[in-house]
């Protein structure tokens, strides 16, 4: 009879141990109607947000800020870190910009998590009711400068890296995504939007950040698909659907005399429909002590795209005010392999490099592409590389 007393007590205690385990790794939910955030699309709900993210942010134990089901008006929204433990910021409701953008358009951020260490944004919709700015920046009128609708920066991640995962973005008057001094994150099924002709409204922006993977986005812009700015390093980039919009670039480059370089990118398994260019490395024709290297372009698809294969270190897109000078960025090891489909400029591949720093390591392999109204060309200047198997254009270097 002790024994069996006995057993059942150390059963008991098991049990007991075994809930405080599992309590104290229990999440805690701070959904923003509790504190005053109404769905309803009018209200504004900006203060709630904030007083639910230093609540999470505060909490020892990890903690979810939660956006239920609704249409949530917000104003800027700064998240500062860092928190104290691993924050989950859960969307299933839509979050909506003022109508007036000057109400968001002066930080240059609407919604900014800052300094936040241990980060996962899931789902959701946010749109940042563009039309009105684009409008007053196509009349040249008096502007503010625009607001990014999401960003991460100085988010140094150890795993789990920072996550942003089945967000859907509308209409950012500028940037819809930006990483920016971070490292360790992964953007994954994210769905972008802005009509074509939206001025500067980049899909992702990466700026000063590593270790950063891009999988399984569809982007559609007036700008960029996705832009890798300096400092970008060991960046993967794989099925992202892109157009409309300016296809995806590294860079422009060399804004500065002192800029940090790009290395080791991959962009590969992804489509391109309609866009004005394909992949792109492009920098201002001027000093910098900047750099491109380890540059893998591979496996993708052009369909109707204009300059499908683009190197142009004379980039000057107003063509007013060029620098005119020679560009001190020094692009070597780049690929572009298994690539194939259809251009609407008759040269297909544009090699256009600095004449002072000569493009070096360049590598084509097995490319296809067709002209719509006869035969493709290819453009080298300053480049030099090899190439295997079927090329067509055929290699200029």
């Not at 300016?246 to 860079?251: D, L, P, Y």
């Not at 993708?300 to 142009?312: A, E, H, K, Q």
Request: aromatic residues 8%; charged residues 15%; proline residues 4%.
């Amino acid at each position: 009879m002790a024994n069996n007393t006995s057993f059942s007590c150390a059963i008991i205690l098991l049990s007991v141990v075994i809930f405080l385990i599992n309590s104290s790794n229990a999440m805690l939910s701070f959904n923003v109607q509790r504190y005053g955030a109404r769905g309803d699309g009018k209200t504004d709900s900006t203060k709630p947000f904030s007083t639910a993210w230093s609540l999470a942010c505060g909490s020892e134990a990890q903690s979810m800020v939660y956006i239920p089901h609704g249409t949530y008006l917000v104003r800027n929204l700064v998240f500062w870190g860092p928190c104290k433990n691993i924050i989950t910021f859960k969307i299933d409701g839509k979050l909506v910009a003022p109508k007036n953008y000057w109400s968001i358009g002066n930080s240059g951020y609407w919604i900014l998590f800052a300094k936040v260490n241990r980060i996962l944004v899931y789902g959701g919709t946010i749109d940042a009711k563009g039309a009105g700015y684009w409008s007053c920046r196509k009349k040249g009128g008096h502007c503010p400068q625009g607001a990014r609708s999401i960003s991460f920066s100085w988010c140094n991640n150890l795993p789990p890296p920072l996550l942003l995962s089945g967000l859907t973005s509308l209409n950012s008057q500028n940037i819809h995504v930006t990483v920016h001094h971070s490292s360790h994150v992964r953007i994954q099924n994210i769905r972008i939007r802005a009509p074509s002709r939206s001025p500067n409204t980049d899909g992702i922006i990466v700026q000063s950040s590593s270790g950063v993977t891009i999988s399984g986005a569809v982007i559609g812009t007036g700008d960029d698909c996705i832009a890798l700015n300096q400092g970008s390093v060991n960046i993967y980039i794989e099925r992202v659907l892109c157009g409309p919009g300016h296809g995806i670039s590294i860079g422009s480059l060399g804004d500065h005399a002192d800029e940090e370089g790009v290395n080791n990118v991959t962009v590969t398994n992804s489509v391109f429909t309609k866009t004005r260019n394909g992949v792109r490395i492009k920098s201002w024709a001027r000093p910098s002590t900047g750099f491109v290297r380890n540059v893998e372009f591979r496996n993708l698809v052009m369909r109707n795209v204009g300059n499908p294969l683009i190197i142009d270190q004379n980039y000057c897109p107003s063509g007013k005010g060029c620098p005119n000078q020679s560009s001190g960025v020094k692009i070597s090891g780049v690929t572009f392999a298994n690539i194939k489909g259809t251009s609407t400029t008759p040269i297909a591949m544009k090699l256009d490099c600095s004449g002072s720093h000569h493009c070096t390591g360049i590598t084509l392999k097995n490319i296809k592409l067709s002209y719509m109204k006869g035969a493709t060309t290819s453009y080298c200047k300053n480049a030099h590389g090899g190439a295997s198997g079927v090329v067509v254009p055929m290699n200029c270097m």
